[in-house]
């Protein structure tokens, strides 16, 4: 087997998280044309260093292939603007932000989150790198720049004397292949005084709720907060501040400074948080080695149901067209045999076909007009909107599947 290096510290890797098999990108969606051309594959198959413990995917397909157009908008979900919305709120009070100051978040999407600091006059840098979606924020007045963020590029920042007060990265971190280039560019453009906020979802959680379906091509890194701290750290910064939060099925937001800068103490939380890593076995490569077994287990839960449900006749449809939905089918080999199709409330993607399965998207009306037994919720960590959206389902004994953490129906 190849040795792959870590993409932190460039210790050798072959310790073997998890294998999905081979599978499409899980944002490549098609249009109708597509289906008669071969589908780009790639493996899936996850690693982690025994050295930092970083779980990652080795990379197979650059971030321009996936990311400069993107079928992601941010502001598709109710859920996420409310969580966004009492962020700027927060923050802004708690670092006394304002119109002298400057917010530059990094992948700025559509201007989801930019736009609530906009409203209250404190100046705003986007950077995104697909061009598709960084046209939505700029309709919105939001300054974004189309490009991946990256040291040279902050360089240039630097040059022009764009320096931040607040540097905002939300599930950005994952995604970038050169996580050390990355940080090195975020030290640059901060001031000196200046606060970084990231958020990313909790390897913990991954782990201990069977979420192997939050993991695809696009996220190259699976983070806990010792590593991410000792990769801080190798940057000379500092993490003061942590909040466990809801959001993506359990995420950590961290508080980040300068580490020359003395005047922010570093709060208990960080160690309280190291601590519950430690006891849960982060530390210990025994307990990444065995999340495979907890795949397994749901695989065969969830191609008996499938199985089951075909027998008797019933007809099966999926609510959202995630990333994730798409890992989960195409790791189980479920689809046209078994569902009928998928609906999802972003237009964007109505009309289109799943990578892989290839699995019509359509209008959530059509829901309606076809009144499934089952739909099974692919995006499960907002499942309770979307349980609420479509409450419809039981006029005519409908019945909702949840396929995480375990197969269960309601």
């Given at each position: ?116 600091f906009k409203d209250k006059k404190i100046p705003v840098l986007g950077i995104e790198p697909a061009a598709n979606v960084a046209k939505v924020a700029q309709q919105k007045g939001i300054e974004t720049m189309v490009n991946f963020f990256s040291e040279k590029l902050s360089d240039g920042l630097v040059k022009k004397s764009i320096k931040a007060d607040l540097i905002v990265g939300n599930n950005v971190l994952a995604h970038v ?234």
């Open positions: 087997m190849n040795s792959h290096k870590c993409r932190f510290c460039n210790s050798s890797i072959n310790n073997v998280f998890v294998d999905l098999g081979i599978s499409p990108l899980s944002n490549s969606f098609l249009k109708e044309n597509d289906l008669s051309e071969p589908e780009k594959k790639f493996p899936l198959k996850v690693l982690v260093c025994q050295k930092c413990f970083l779980v990652q995917i080795p990379e197979f397909e650059t971030p321009d292939n996936i990311f400069s157009e993107y079928a992601y908008f941010s502001s598709y979900s109710k859920n996420w603007l409310n969580h966004i919305q009492n962020y700027v709120e927060m923050i802004s009070k708690k670092i006394n932000l304002n119109q002298n100051s400057l917010v530059v978040e990094l992948a700025s999407n559509d201007g989801y989150l930019l736009q609530f292949p050169n996580i050390n280039d990355f940080i090195r560019g975020m030290k640059k453009i901060l001031k000196s005084d200046g606060m970084i906020n990231m958020e990313f979802p909790h390897v913990l959680e991954l782990i201990k709720n069977n979420q192997f379906d939050t993991i695809y091509h696009e996220h190259f890194s699976y983070l806990s907060l010792n590593t991410v701290k000792m990769i801080f750290e190798f940057h000379n910064m500092t993490i003061f501040d942590v909040e466990e939060i809801s959001t993506h099925g359990g995420s950590l937001r961290i508080y980040v400074k300068h580490k020359e800068n003395e005047n922010i103490p570093i709060k208990n939380s960080v160690e309280l948080l190291l601590k519950k890593e430690d006891e849960f076995g982060l530390l210990d490569i025994s307990t990444y080695e065995n999340f495979s077994q907890k795949t397994n287990h749901i695989k065969r839960k969830l191609i008996d149901f499938f199985n089951e449900a075909k027998q008797k006749g019933d007809k099966i449809v999926c609510y959202g067209a995630a990333a994730k939905g798409n890992t989960l089918l195409n790791f189980c080999k479920i689809g046209k045999e078994h569902i009928e199709y998928v609906v999802d409330n972003n237009p964007y993607k109505q009309g289109l076909y799943l990578p892989g399965t290839h699995l019509e998207i359509k209008d959530p009306i059509e829901i309606k007009n076809s009144k499934p037994k089952y739909i099974v919720i692919l995006p499960w960590n907002i499942k309770d909107e979307i349980m609420n959206d479509i409450s419809f389902i039981h006029e005519w004994g409908g019945k909702f599947v949840i396929p995480i953490p375990e197969v269960e129906i309601i």
